[in-house]
């Protein structure tokens, strides 16, 4: 069982940056694949960036790549999400999620892939 709690946050203005952090519970989470995932007011959830279990392997959806950075600490059981450049509709409930045991080298984009949830942590971006 994993459990996972994201913080960081918060409202920024347009253009400004926030990292937000998803810390993990249990001893398995270097074999774990991670995501972050985004879900706005009337919209369903939304893939926004994966990290394979080492960390060597990332990826992004294509409306936050180069302003997002997705990083992991496997020894403080942490995953990172890095978000500059900032725009309104980037506002939503952000969510860090975990797959089981995952392949080496592998990232996962589909809500299906992944386990265990976080509670989401609000974001919201003012114009």
């Known amino acids: 069982q994993v459990q996972l709690v994201e913080s960081g946050g918060g409202l920024v203005q347009d253009g400004g940056s926030l990292r937000l952090s998803c810390a993990a519970s249990g001893r398995t989470f270097s074999r774990n694949a991670m995501g972050w995932f985004r879900q706005a007011p009337g919209k369903e959830r939304e893939f926004v960036a994966a990290i394979s279990r080492s960390g060597t392997i990332t990826y992004y959806a294509e409306s936050v790549k180069g302003r997002f950075t997705i990083s992991r600490a496997n020894a403080q059981n942490t995953v990172y999400l890095q978000m500059n450049s900032l725009k309104p509709e980037d506002t939503a409930a952000y969510y860090c999620?975990?797959?089981?045991?995952?392949?080496?080298?592998?990232?996962?984009?589909?809500?299906?892939?992944?386990?265990?949830w976080g509670q989401g942590t609000q974001v919201t971006v003012s114009s």
């Open positions: 999620a975990a797959t089981g045991t995952s392949s080496s080298g592998t990232y996962y984009t589909k809500l299906g892939d992944y386990n265990y």
